[in-house]
């Protein structure tokens, strides 16, 4: 229940995020795209064959709803490879 409201009042937001394998990738992540009142609440990630990216499963939830396109704006000047899956996307059915 608290989940779906939190989506509701726009306050948690998934994301697809394709990182490089190394060390370090999520800590720049979460350096240089999150801001404070930003927090990581889900993360998983899936290792696959490819030895140079993975992808990862990122939950984030926001302090206050409209600081959703600051967070977007940070995302699209990423090096990274982030799609966000919208709630009404069939994805987000696995999530809830």
Known sequence: ?????????????????????RPGALRH?????????????????IKKNNRETGPALVGIELERSEDLD????????SPLTIARIPPGSPLFSFLL
């Open 29 to 45: 992540f979460h350096d240089d795209v999150l801001r404070k009142g930003e927090d990581i609440i889900a993360f998983e990630y």
């Open 1 to 21: 229940m608290l989940e779906r409201s939190l989506l509701h009042k726009g306050l948690r937001h998934y994301f697809l995020v394709t990182f490089p394998q």
């Open 70 to 77: 600051s967070l977007l704006e940070r995302m699209s000047r």
